[in-house]
């Protein structure tokens, strides 16, 4: 069993910056790449980022490309989501997942364990 937990969220103006990270129970941290997904309100649940077990290989949604980073730190079980330039439709409850490969976590179908959120509001 992993459990995942979130932090780093808040209120931020257009154009700022806020860091989110995920810290992960248990020794098998390393053996899961890691993703980000969001929903806004009224809207679906949607794929951010997601990182290999390694930390080598990172996949990122269109609409963030360029402006979001993530990375992990293996031996503090953590990952994280830099994010800048940060705009109004970037507004939402962003969750941390864990999944077997970058593949099936960035499809949002091979997730196997999420956290329960960390609210993000970008004012305009």
């Known amino acids: 069993q992993v459990q995942l937990v979130e932090s780093g969220g808040g209120l931020v103006q257009t154009g700022g910056s806020l860091s989110l990270s995920c810290v992960a129970s248990g020794r098998t941290f390393r053996t899961y790449a890691m993703g980000w997904f969001r929903q806004a309100p009224g809207k679906e649940r949607e794929f951010v980022a997601a990182?290999?077990?390694?930390?080598?290989?990172?996949q990122y949604a269109e609409s963030v490309k360029g402006r979001f980073t993530m990375s992990r730190d293996n031996a503090k079980n953590t990952v994280y989501l830099q994010m800048n330039s940060l705009k109004p439709e970037d507004t939402a409850v962003y969750y941390c997942?864990?999944?077997?490969?970058?593949?099936?976590?960035?499809?949002?179908?091979?997730?196997?364990?999420w956290g329960k959120g960390t609210l993000v509001t970008v004012s305009s």
């Open positions: 990182i290999s077990r390694s930390g080598g290989d990172t």
């Open positions: 997942a864990a999944g077997l490969t970058i593949v099936v976590v960035s499809r949002g179908y091979g997730v196997e364990y």
